[in-house]
C-alpha cells in the first residue's frame, strides 16, 4: 500500500463531518501518521482566518494551503511561505461588476476576510448551507458597508473570493450561471466550485495544487511521496497533482473518478479510514 510521506487535507466535506466536527478515529489515525513521520498539512479554500487552530495544535498540523492554494502558512506564527494573489486593479475591477448580483462575496486578503454587510442575510437564510458553515462565516468574517470600494479605496490584493447565491423559493440559484459565464471568460482567473453551488476564484494557475508542490519543495519531499484527500471541484487539482488520490464517500462523482481510491464520508471516519489503509500493511 502506498505509504504517503506527506497528506494533505481538505477540512469541509473532508476532515470535517457534516456537524464541522473531526470524529474521535480520525484524529487518531492522524496522530499515528504523524507519529511515523508523516506531515500531515491542511489544504483548504477558507482562508488563514478560518483554519481549527485548537485542532491544527492538538494533532500536530504545522502547516496549511490555504485559499485554494494562492498562499500557504506556517499556522504557529502565521508566516506566510508563499503567495499567489490577484492584483489589486483586477480584484477592485471584478468586484465591482459584481457588486449589484444577488450574492455574498467573501474576500479573503492577506489571510483575513472581509465581507459587506449587507449581503449576510444570504448566508444566514441559505437552505443548503449547513449550521456550522452558516456559523463559521458569519463568526469570522471582517464586515465593512461597501466592499468593492474598500477593495478599490485600499488597493487590496485578493488571496481568493468565495461567491454564495441567493436562492428563489424554488431553490434555484439566482445569477449563478450568468456570473460564472462572466467569471471563466476571463484568462486571468481560476474558477472553481467549492461546494453547496457556490463559485470560487483565484488567480490564474492557482489552485490547491501549486500549493502543494510549494509546501513539497519546501518540506524537501517528493511530490510522488505525497497523498491529497477531498470532496469538491476546488480539490481535483491537488488530488491530481499528488503521487495518491483519495475521494471521500461523499464526494461529487467527477472527483471519485480521478482518485486512485475512494474512503467513506466526512461522517463515518473518512480521512481516518484512508489513512489507516495506507499503513496496515506496515
Known amino acids: 500500500m502506498f505509504n504517503p510521506k506527506i497528506i494533505a487535507l481538505d477540512l469541509d466535506g473532508t476532515l470535517f463531518s457534516s456537524t464541522g466536527e473531526i470524529t ?77 448580483r444577488h450574492l455574498h462575496l467573501d474576500a479573503f486578503i492577506h489571510g483575513d476576510a472581509y465581507a459587506q454587510s449587507s449581503t449576510f442575510q444570504i448566508i444566514r437564510h441559505s437552505r443548503i448551507l449547513p449550521e456550522s458553515v452558516k456559523n463559521y462565516i458569519l463568526t469570522t468574517r471582517n464586515q465593512v458597508g461597501d466592499l468593492a470600494g474598500y477593495l478599490q479605496k485600499n488597493r487590496l490584493s485578493l488571496q481568493k473570493v468565495t461567491l454564495t447565491f441567493e436562492q428563489e423559493s424554488d431553490g434555484a440559484f439566482i445569477d449563478r450561471e450568468e456570473t460564472k459565464q462572466f467569471l471563466t471568460s476571463r484568462p486571468d482567473i481560476h474558477v472553481v466550485c467549492g461546494g453547496y453551488h457556490n463559485l470560487e476564484f483565484t488567480k490564474a494557475g492557482v489552485t490547491k495544487g501549486t500549493g502543494l508542490r510549494f509546501l513539497c519543495d519546501y518540506l524537501q519531499i517528493p511530490l510522488t511521496d505525497s497523498m491529497a484527500i477531498g470532496d469538491s471541484e476546488n480539490d481535483l487539482d491537488v488530488l491530481q497533482t499528488a503521487g495518491y488520490s483519495v475521494a471521500m464517500g461523499n464526494a461529487e462523482d467527477g472527483i471519485k473518478a480521478v482518485c486512485d481510491f475512494v474512503t467513506a464520508s466526512c461522517n463515518n471516519d473518512g480521512v481516518g479510514r484512508a489513512i489507516a489503509k495506507c499503513f496496515a500493511e506496515e
Do not use: H, W
Open 24 to 100: 474521535p478515529y480520525t484524529k487518531e489515525q492522524i496522530r499515528k501518521a504523524a507519529g511515523r513521520g508523516t506531515a500531515i498539512v491542511i489544504s483548504t479554500g477558507r482562508p488563514f482566518t478560518g483554519l481549527p487552530f485548537d485542532a491544527a495544535e492538538e494533532l500536530g498540523i504545522a502547516y496549511a494551503i490555504t485559499a485554494n492554494g494562492a498562499a500557504v502558512y506556517r499556522i504557529a506564527d502565521k508566516e506566510c511561505l508563499f503567495e499567489n494573489a490577484i492584483d489589486s486593479e483586477t480584484a477592485a475591477q471584478i468586484c465591482l461588476s459584481l457588486k449589484e
